[in-house]
């Protein structure tokens, strides 16, 4: 199995920025596809962002295009996500994922591991 931790939420302006990180241990992290979902207060779970399993063909929600930047580093076993121009639309809590047999990427059931979360709140 792997183990996911997520760090570097914390209280942001809105147009300021964050860098969240995830790092994975218990199993190969080369082997597994990883994403970012959030949810908001009140909200369903939503997709964010996801990477291939080697670091190629990076995608986006409509919402977030232009402002969130994923990357990984599987020498570190990390995955990243920085967040740019944020908005109060923004504040969630956000998950890392990471799956072996992915099919349809911003499907949250698709994926077998998650990290519990870390809270990003960006105010006006």
């Known amino acids: 199995q792997v183990h996911l931790v997520e760090s570097g939420g914390g209280l942001v302006q809105a147009g300021g920025s964050l860098r969240l990180s995830c790092v994975a241990s218990g199993r190969t992290f080369s082997d597994y596809r990883t994403a970012w979902f959030r949810q908001g207060p009140g909200k369903e779970r939503e997709f964010v962002s996801t990477i291939r399993r080697d670091g190629g063909s990076p995608y986006y929600a409509d919402s977030v295009k232009g402002r969130f930047t994923i990357s990984r580093d599987n020498a570190k076993n990390t995955v990243y996500l920085q967040m740019n121009s944020l908005k109060p639309e923004d504040t969630a809590i956000y998950y890392c994922?990471?799956?072996?047999?992915?099919?349809?990427?911003?499907?949250?059931?698709?994926?077998?591991?998650w990290g519990q979360g870390t809270q990003v709140t960006v105010s006006s």
């Open positions: 994922a990471a799956g072996a047999s992915v099919r349809r990427v911003a499907v949250g059931d698709e994926y077998d591991y």
